[in-house]
């Protein structure tokens, strides 16, 4: 168990209607981050958020947004889906105060269909 | 810019057999090096890691990994293939720990 819990696990949904993710960090976990996996891309960047601020940017679609919460979670907003977007989405944490080791921590991610 | 390169999306071996799962990244400065695994319909676990010190990693599941600078190159490797090895493995270099890039994943199958 890697500490980080995202939710739902499955998710069925029509093109054109709008979903969103839900992350919770490792306890203490600044940084939240968020990728997509789907079986043509591999495993892609999307956005970072460090204590609630973007600091980083992927290939993250206009369609798609994200935040995160003073109690550190985050969500990732997906809207006007299509089917393209069917994949399963991660969510990884690092970076507890005054324990830093390095490495991501990933969820068991979100895998969202798209009809 | 930083950059990974897993050579092989696909690798078959024989139970028993050496895995090796090759990894070459580019980076400005000294990097940090990752191995994962996922196996299927389940999030990255962390096989091993390097940051600084001892070049030689070892992980869990028997893997190790050795950073070899003048290669840029941070290969895995494991003695004996297991069924239980049969998963995806993805390379990640992190420069700062900051941002992370991962090279496009490798499929170990492990065949009976």
């Known amino acids: 168990d890697s500490g980080v819990t995202q939710t739902p696990k499955h998710l069925i949904t029509a093109t054109g209607q709008r979903v969103t993710l839900r992350c919770s960090p490792r306890?203490?976990?600044?940084?939240v981050y968020w990728y997509q996996q789907s079986l043509d891309q591999g495993l892609q960047f999307l956005i970072q958020?460090?204590?609630?601020?973007?600091?980083a940017k992927g290939n993250i679609l206009e369609r798609f947004s994200a935040q995160q919460f003073p109690d550190l979670h985050s969500e990732l907003n997906l809207s006007s889906l299509e089917l393209g977007d069917s994949a399963l989405y991660f969510c990884?944490?690092?970076?507890?105060?005054?324990?830093?080791?390095?490495?991501?921590?990933f969820g068991e991610g979100s895998r969202l269909t798209v009809l | 810019a930083q950059s990974v390169t897993q050579l092989g999306s696909h690798v078959s071996v024989s139970e028993g057999a050496l895995v090796l799962l090759r990894c070459n990244y580019s980076?400005?400065?000294?990097?940090?090096l990752f191995w994962y695994v996922q196996y299927p319909n389940q999030g990255l676990q962390l096989l091993l890691k390097?940051?600084?010190?001892?070049?030689l990693v070892k992980g869990i599941n028997g893997f190790e990994a050795e950073f070899k600078k003048s290669e840029t190159s941070f290969h895995l490797t494991k003695p004996s293939a297991h069924m239980s090895d049969a998963a995806e493995y993805f390379c990640?270099?992190?420069?700062?720990?900051?941002?992370?890039?991962f090279g496009t994943g490798t499929s170990l199958t492990v065949i009976p």
């Open positions: 990884a944490s690092s970076g507890t105060r005054g324990s830093y080791t390095g490495e991501l921590f």
């Open positions: 306890s203490g976990d600044l940084s």
């Open positions: 958020y460090y204590n609630g601020e973007e600091r």
């Open positions: 980076s400005s400065v000294p990097p940090y």
């Open positions: 390097y940051t600084t010190g001892a070049t």
């Open positions: 990640a270099v992190s420069v700062s720990g900051n941002q992370f890039y």
